[in-house]
């Protein structure tokens, strides 16, 4: 028996896209068929957003469109063409972690890894809007993302210190600052 | 630290080689930067004030009170939040080719022919290879090497590879990949497990001579310990059930994705998300016909594994074979329904669970009879069998144990090793079955289980040699805090508590590549340059569960450094030693102990120069934080860096390698290497649920979890591991299932269908860490990873009984299923509405008295047994009035060890049991 396949639905062509990523202007030639992940991953240099699924049921490829969380796989690029988007990387200032990063390392709210981009961009949403969210509305902004590791408890943990930091509005340490020093109290005289 | 101190003081200080010059005695005293030494996290046997009230172990002495036991972020957390941790997918070299891999649309099939020719004439097609171009088999068990890079003759289960192609995008390859024409000869398949223990026209594999029968059996095990025969004569109450396990799968966020590149040297790098980089290591140079050190495996960031990535892949061999032919580099990248094609999932299994309770209630015989579906390859099968039995031998001491087990090939995506590997599913149905013992008998199931426990530094009835036990106090810890006694058997319908605990390997004894014989499981090297920072060379993989961590951890303890200061190497082969990878909960076991013995070597001549250079005692010197000194009058000490230039004198950059390797223990039967592990852990859940009579459905609502995990390294990441355990183990029980159809087709290989717990699932989990100090474990501790799974099943189970009075069989207890037991009760009982069914209730019986005082006696044996050192030894079978110091076949006859089935039983078999009708080639003399 001999096997036969369908063959792929063809683009009708490139198309140009402007939008800003990330504070960045991009103007770019996409395929007018593209999925705005594949843009992003393979074209806009966004390698922080991470592909789990493919449709919509993991959330690791959440993004931010005009501050709204997106599953940027079930997006078509043209639909963001002209829009703001923010990945993970787009979320610290410099080496000034963004307090949702800083409290995902420091909490256990990642493990692997893998699904935090999205937990932390959709997490850095709700706290836009809500700057201090109960449990409850943590657990329903984080719905959409499935995490295999931490069994959330630790995510939502992060989630609530890092609204803890913002409300405080404690500074987080520039991550280039000096670390230890081997030496100590000595002082070169 | 730096905080106190004003910023102008910080400044000055220059390395300047050479010019540095040394402190004099006593300087640095007064010293503002550096934190004193933290007490607290200093054992009492060695000044500090840390309680130790399982006694001292052989590494306090190394506690500089850093960071060993403080709650620990990931040292490459950082990378992880910030989207800057390259996974196998983010990977991207100059010129790559995008590789696929074309699957089997059949279950079973031979392949006839392989027409690429229309492919090729695609333009951007660069390479395609099918079977013919590695016809050299693999697999990670060296036993049991039955899988191909591509299918070479025929097509096991359906996506199963056929050929691959790589082209110069993705829309290319896929469309390459319509255009080749495989045509197969489709051949009977089979789904059913039971199906695969019956002689077949056509074997899924041939094992020559060792082939049993003409059947599917890729492993059969028989073993039998204690008193088999005498088991129905002591009994007074029996348990008996025939269980369904589905298989699951590990479902990691990462899918599968590998880039192979051959560098202009002719060395070949890979970059692939593994938990086991030797061993593909191992099977490349096989495959490819290379020496090892032509390759360099490294290993990326792992979007988790649990088991899923751990063997050596066909699509990894693909990825280098693709590069090879093409001279350019491939990257090949999973989408989820591939993973599912992949599997390495646990087991779909049948197993007989038979337990036997005497009338003193000790636990007199324990049946087993586990037939587990393999699907296609082997995989880690060879084990899986055997842990599906031994692994159920402690923490209880048993009277007896009978255990048949088979592994057959059926024609489904290939099981493997699975997160609490050939452990989960006969562990639910052994704790599901003491807890119907426990109603039988009237008795509390807790005090059932503190009853008839093994004491530490004692022996299982197959031989493991069990080191330090803290499950008695993860089940008194639990049963406290979860408030028991005023719930059990005591809730209103349809609100239960359920117990269930665990015991699982940390780290297995043997190496699965025993060659050469005396090879470390684990090495670890060290590097200190001028800089002070200390790299630490290890190839154990991180998999997100922080093994970097841990080692980091490890090593700035014993040197008493921060952990800012070290740096951790561990990606490529090239430049990392040998480790054995990240399965059996070996990683922190054995990779912690080898980076210890590492960092005492550079301990030791840092203290040799300190004593040059202040002429101080070795013995008084103690190490803080980045200081050396004098235990007793600290003004007198050097701090690390002038130590460290001095100890560098002439000869540069220290340098230090330690390794661990397993002691020899265990028995010699057939099999008695399997399951052996240098220590073991051991947990105790206790889940609440509510179950819906009416339409079946179970949330758990709280878990109070506690884990003997020796010694918490990073309680962060040990509670991290428990509550990530829960929700595993918790999809298992309730939701997730790999559902065939009746054609043998794999229904729901994707997220949607396949239902791993979301966050509104999670229940409330109070993980409880028992810290039972081990002596053989790096400060103490054991694994974390795995253990903690088990015990979340049964919990459920158990708690599902106690809500409704209804035990479920089949896994998942999905609605529709528990409906279904519901519905039969309320027919058996002649009810119409289930809301009026009667939850059980518990009247304890004279037996509850003598449990309780045989647990209080046994708390005291346990203790003294814990802290006396002069402690003889202990068997299994003490309980039943033998000879704790002698191991029991050899004092009594009747207790003799088999693991050949005797023809009484073949003629009579128990399901997996029936594996043993067939004969072996060999000795059937027809090959």
Redesign the interface.
């Known amino acids: 028996m001999v096997q036969h396949r369908l063959p792929m639905l063809p683009s009708a062509g490139e198309v140009p896209w402007i939008a800003s990523v990330n504070g960045t202007e991009k103007k770019l030639n996409i395929e007018n068929n593209a999925i705005l992940l594949d843009v992003l991953r393979d074209q806009a240099g966004s390698l922080g957003t991470k592909r789990g699924c493919d449709m919509g049921t993991c959330g690791c490829c959440s993004v931010l469109i005009d501050g709204e969380p997106r599953l940027s796989c079930l997006t078509l690029a043209v639909e963001a063409d002209g829009c703001k988007i923010t990945t993970v990387e787009g979320l610290a200032d410099g080496h000034h972690l963004h307090p949702i990063q800083e409290m995902f390392a420091e909490c256990g709210g990642s493990q692997c890894g893998f699904c935090t981009p999205g937990f932390l961009v959709v997490a850095s949403s709700l706290l836009e809007n809500n700057p201090s969210p109960n449990d409850e509305e943590i657990k329903s902004a984080i719905e959409g993302n499935l995490c295999r590791c931490t069994g959330y408890q630790q995510i939502v943990d992060s989630i609530r210190a890092a609204s803890e930091i913002l409300i405080s509005e404690e500074t987080i340490e520039d991550s280039t600052s000096p670390k230890s020093d081997p030496h100590p109290g000595f002082t070169g005289e | ?2 905080e106190e101190t004003n910023q102008d ?2 400044v ?3 390395q300047q080689p050479g010019k540095l010059p040394f ?1 004099k005695p006593g300087s ?1 005293g ?5 934190s004193p030494r933290d007490e607290e996290m200093i054992p009492k046997s060695q000044g500090g004030d840390l309680a130790q009230p399982w006694g001292s172990h052989r590494h306090d002495e190394l506690i500089s009170g850093q960071v060993i036991g403080k709650p620990t ?2 040292v ?12 196998g ?2 990977i ?1 070299l100059p010129g790559e080719l995008i590789g696929r891999i074309i699957r089997s ?2 279950h079973y099939a031979r392949v006839l022919s392989i027409d690429c020719s229309k492919a090729l004439e695609l333009s951007g097609v660069v390479a395609i290879a099918t079977g013919v171009d590695a016809s050299n088999k693999f697999g990670v068990l060296p036993v049991t090497k039955d899988e191909h890079a591509m299918a070479v003759e025929k097509v096991r289960h359906v996506g199963d590879l056929v050929a691959c192609v790589a082209a110069e995008d993705e ?1 290319t390859a ?2 390459a ?2 255009l080749i ?6 051949l009977d398949s089979i789904h059913d497990i039971r199906e695969g223990l019956e002689n077949s026209e056509y074997p899924i594999h041939d094992r020559g001579k060792y082939h049993i029968g003409e059947a599917n059996i890729q492993k059969r095990v028989f073993q039998e310990f204690g008193d088999v025969d005498g088991i129905h004569d002591n009994a007074i109450a029996s348990h008996k059930q025939n269980w369904i396990f589905s298989g699951v799968n ?6 599968h994705a590998v880039v192979g590149h051959w560098d202009p040297s002719g060395r070949l790098t890979l970059y692939t998300p593994q938990q086991v980089p030797h061993y593909v290591h191992r099977a490349l140079a096989d495959v490819l016909e290379i020496p090892m050190h032509q390759i360099n495996v490294y290993r990326t ?6 088991g899923g990535k751990s063997d050596p892949f066909p699509h990894e061999m693909c990825a280098a074979i693709l590069a090879r032919k093409a001279g350019r580099p491939v990257r090949i ?1 999973f ?2 329904e591939e993973v599912y094609w992949i599997n390495r999932g646990r087991h779909p299994s049948r197993i007989e669970m038979n337990l036997h309770a005497d009338e003193e209630g000790r636990i007199c015989g324990i049946e087993t009879d586990a037939l587990i579906d393999g699907g296609g390859f082997a995989s880690f099968g060879h084990v899986t069998t055997y842990y599906n039995g031994v692994l159920h031998t402690a923490p209880y001491e048993i009277g007896a144990f009978h255990y048949t087990g088979a592994r057959v090939w059926t024609n489904k995506p290939a099981s493997g090793a699975m997160r609490g590997h050939g452990a989960v599913n006969s562990r639910c149905a052994v704790e599901t079955g003491l807890d119907d013992l426990a109603e039988q008998l009237s008795v509390d199931p807790i005090d059932l289980r503190l009853a008839n426990l093994l004491p530490p530094h004692s022996a299982t009835i197959t031989g493991f040699r069990v080191t330090s036990i803290g499950m008695r106090e993860c089940l008194e810890r639990v049963k406290e805090e979860s408030g028991w006694e005023k719930k059990f058997r005591k809730m209103p319908l349809g609100k239960g508590i359920g117990i269930g605990c665990g015991f699982f390997i940390s780290g297995s004894g043997l190496p699965i590549h025993w060659d050469p014989n005396k090879f470390p499981h684990a090495t670890v090297h060290l590097k200190i340059d001028m ?3 200390v790299t630490v060379h290890t190839g154990a993989a991180d ?4 093994s970097d961590t841990v080692v980091a951890q490890s090593v700035a303890e014993v040197l008493g ?2 952990l ?2 070290i740096r951790v190497r561990s990606k490529e082969s090239d430049t990392s030693p040998v480790d054995l990878g990240s399965y059996s909960s070996r990683v922190t076991f054995m990779n912690a102990n080898a980076a210890i013995s590492a960092a005492m070597k550079i301990r030791d001549e840092l203290l040799d120069a300190t004593v040059e250079i202040t002429g101080a005692k070795r013995d008084k010197l103690v190490i803080g ?3 050396i000194f004098d235990k007793k009058d600290p003004a007198v000490g050097v ?4 130590a ?1 230039h001095k100890a560098q004198e002439d000869r540069g950059a220290l340098v230090s390698s330690g390794a661990y390797r397993t002691p020899p223990m265990g028995r010699t039967h057939k099999g008695a290497a399997a399951g052996l592990a240098p220590a073991y852990s051991f947990s105790a859940y206790v889940a609440e649920v509510s179950v819906d009579v009416e339409t079946g459905q179970t949330k758990v609502d709280k878990v109070w979890a506690a884990h003997d995990c020796g010694k918490a390294l990073n309680p ?2 040990v ?2 591991q428990i ?6 183990g918790m999809g298992q029980v309730l939701s997730e299932e790999m559902r065939y159809g009746r054609t043998g087709h794999l229904m729901n290989p ?3 269908d396949y239902k ?1 717990p ?3 699932e ?1 229940p ?2 109070f993980p409880i860490i028992v810290e039972s100090n081990d002596p053989e474990g790096p400060f103490g501790a054991k694994e974390a990873g795995e253990g903690p799974l088990l015990p979340i099943l049964p919990a459920v189970c158990n708690a599902v009984y106690d809500a409704i009075g209804v035990r479920a069989a089949e896994l998942p207890i999905t609605p529709d299923r528990l409906l279904k037991l519901i519905e039969r009760k309320c027919k058996a009982e002649g009810i119409n509405d289930p809301r009026e069914l009667q939850s059980p209730r518990l009247e304890h019986s004279d037996l509850q008295t003598i449990l309780s005082d045989r647990s209080d006696e046994h708390k005291k044996r346990d203790l003294d047994r814990r802290l006396n050192q002069d402690r003889q030894p202990y068997h299994n079978g003490a309980l039943f009035g033998l000879d704790p110091t002698i191991p029991p076949d050899e004092i009594d006859e009747k207790w003799a060890v088999n693991v050949i089935p005797s023809q009484d039983y073949i003629e009579n078999p128990r399901l997996a049991g029936s594996a043993w009708k067939h004969t072996e080639r060999r000795h059937r003399g027809d090959s």
């Open positions: 630290m730096a003081e910080m000055g200080y220059r402190a640095g007064k010293d503002r930067f550096s972020s990931l490459d957390g950082k990378w992880k939040v910030t989207g800057q941790a390259q996974y997918d983010d991207r649309p059949h829309a896929r469309e990949e319509r024409e495989v045509e197969y000869e489709i590990h479902a990691a966020t990462e899918p960031f792992v979007g988790g594994g649990f990248t989408d989820r800089d002070g920072g998999i997100g569960q922080g450094l921060p800012d200061m934080d980045r200081r701090s690390y860096l002038e460290l962060l990441a509670k991290g509550i990530g355990s829960c929700h595993m994707d997220l949607l791993i979301s966050v509104h999670m409330e989990v």
